[in-house]
């Protein structure tokens, strides 16, 4: 009898479902050519297989192509609408400029100093990927989702909880980094609103650096909370009407002067006339927030300088609308 052969073992790659690679392991790693960050990517028909293996819709999860040259790789799959599932690959110094990465799934991937000049990204998945150093040039960025928040802003927070500080800082500056990258990238393909967004989180991110409990986080911290950085004309008209509410309470409970006698919380009078009260308090607040002063409601006793307060509030408050809505516009 002749003795049979010994099964060949796959890879022991197991993608985030729980599937395993169905190619054959090779080496003592135990993982195929795709996956053993040991074998050499460089030879000329990698780009060929890479673009087979994805016309077939085969899973690229986890592929180690640190460094291959991909330039003008078609990552297409041959289902219409099917995406390319390149999720934490490591691409780090690959070069794949002109490429075609429509709708490809690259959430987690390795991205470090990763080249898509002039390539084709329109739709794709880049949640959680490592974006430092990756040169997005010329490239087509539309309907990109990128995440909430990057790589190194997750790490970043985790070893901050862990009380890794010197570690978090680090992680912050490499952040603040890349959303400086970003931003440029959005402006320069016309994506304003997206530019916007990163051009807060660089900020964000540089205050994160700053000492705990400084002037210049305080500060630094109200402006975002005011304006988000010059870019939520929301943040604005929130906080304009919180103080118009808070100052018209705060009128009501102290008191001011209208036509017809005082204007002040009396319980004995019965809700309705409290409401009317309220809502010429609510008048007050309002022509005062905004510096008009007709003068047929006036402050008395401590409500003055509650009213001095809400008019310098009110002229900053509109001086910064106009600024934060002009600066949107321009762009």
């Keep these: 009898m002749t003795e049979s052969a010994e099964p060949q073992l796959t890879c022991r790659f197991t993608a985030s479902d729980g599937s395993p690679c169905p190619e054959p392991a090779q080496g003592q790693a135990g993982l195929c050519f795709w996956h053993d960050p040991e074998c050499s990517k460089d030879g000329a028909d990698v780009k060929a297989r890479l673009e ?24 297409t799959s041959g289902d219409v609408g099917r995406r390319v599932n390149l999720s934490r690959a490591d691409l780090s110094r690959a070069n794949l400029a002109d ?62 909880r862990e009380g890794r500080v010197e570690e978090a800082l680090t992680l912050f500056g490499e952040a603040e980094v890349i959303y400086r990258v970003l931003t440029g990238v959005a402006e320069r393909s016309g994506h304003h609103a997206i530019a916007g967004h990163f051009y807060r989180n660089e900020k964000v991110m540089r205050r994160m650096q700053m000492p705990p409990w400084s ?29 118009i509410a808070l100052c018209a309470l705060g009128y009501f409970l102290l008191g001011v002067h209208g036509p017809e006698g005082e204007l002040v919380l009396q319980p004995r009078l019965g809700l309705m006339r409290n409401l009317i009260a309220f809502g010429e308090c609510v008048y007050f607040s309002v ?14 006793g401590i409500a003055r300088l509650l009213a001095m307060l809400e008019a310098f509030t009110g002229a900053f408050s509109i001086s910064l609308f106009v600024v934060v809505f002009v600066r949107k516009m321009m762009r």
């Excluded at 490429?99 to 949640?127: E, I, P």
């Excluded at 974006?131 to 790490?155: M, N, Y």
């Excluded at 002037?215 to 943040?235: F, N, Q």
């Design 52 to 75: 087979a293996l994805a016309h077939a819709g085969r899973s690229l999860e986890g592929f180690a192509l640190r460094g291959a040259d991909l330039r003008d790789a078609h990552l």
């Design 99 to 160: 490429g075609h990465l429509f709708n490809t799934d690259l959430r987690g991937a390795n991205l470090l100093k990763t080249s898509f000049r002039a390539a084709n990204l329109n739709n794709a998945l880049l949640d959680g990927a490592n974006l430092l150093g990756t040169e997005f040039d010329a490239a087509s960025l539309e309907r990109v989702h990128w995440g909430r928040h990057l790589h190194q802003e997750r790490l970043a927070h985790q070893s901050l």
């Design 215 to 243: 002037r210049d986080r305080a500060w630094s911290k109200l402006v975002d909370l005011l304006c988000g950085y010059g870019e939520e004309t929301d943040r604005v008209i929130g906080f304009s009407l919180l103080v």
């Design 287 to 300: 022509i005062t927030f905004t510096t008009v002063g007709y003068g047929d409601v006036t402050p008395m």
